[in-house]
């Protein structure tokens, strides 16, 4: 027996085939197998938009350059520097990330020159502080999970939220609740 359900947030609605009912303790519920989102969770689009005004209430222009990607594109991305040119920029292949899921976004600064630069070490506040880390310092605060804190391949850009679901639970159908 199937179940659907419409999750709203602020970027659309979601809906949701669901296989089993919700787990209410846990706020973790199941679709079928393969099914994916096409935005963001809702709390990772208000965290996002979160992250967004707190730094810029430090003088830190956030950048927001990629968040919910499909499978092929998450294919695409994987290629690169495999079986197209460029560097690796990532390990995860389609199906593999937590931008599948809608859980994770990817962030850069903005100069005052309107320029859009990955530069760890960039202190356009002027507090002795580099603009990455205080950024990602940020929205660590506010629950998300940062690449740059990885022990092997460090992903300085990306910021996600798993609510305590690995990649192989989102596979197999399980997603997080509305307020996990």
Do not use: C
Not at 22 to 51: A, F, Q
Not at 80 to 105: F, K, P, T
Not at 163 to 177: A, D, E, T, V, Y
């Amino acid at each position: 027996m199937s179940w659907f359900v419409f999750l709203a947030s602020a970027g659309g609605l979601f809906l949701y085939s669901l296989v089993e009912t919700m787990d209410r303790r846990s706020n973790i519920y199941e679709v079928e197998e393969g099914s994916y989102p096409s935005e963001l969770h809702p709390t990772v689009e208000k965290k996002k938009d979160e992250l967004i005004e707190l730094a810029a209430e430090r003088g830190i222009d956030v950048v927001i350059t990629d968040g919910f990607r499909t499978i092929e594109e998450q294919e695409r991305i994987y290629e690169q520097g495999r079986l197209r040119e460029g560097d690796i920029v990532s390990y995860a292949r389609g199906g593999e990330s937590y931008h599948n899921y809608g859980l994770a976004i990817d962030y850069a600064l903005r100069t005052d020159e309107g320029n859009v630069v990955w530069d760890l070490e960039r202190d356009d506040n002027g507090n002795g502080e580099a603009d990455w880390v205080e950024a990602a310092e940020i929205a660590k605060d506010l629950g998300f999970e940062w690449g740059g804190d990885w022990s092997s391949f460090k992903d300085y850009p990306h910021l996600q939220m798993d609510f305590g679901l690995s990649i192989r639970q989102l596979q197999n159908g399980k997603r997080p609740g509305v307020n996990p």
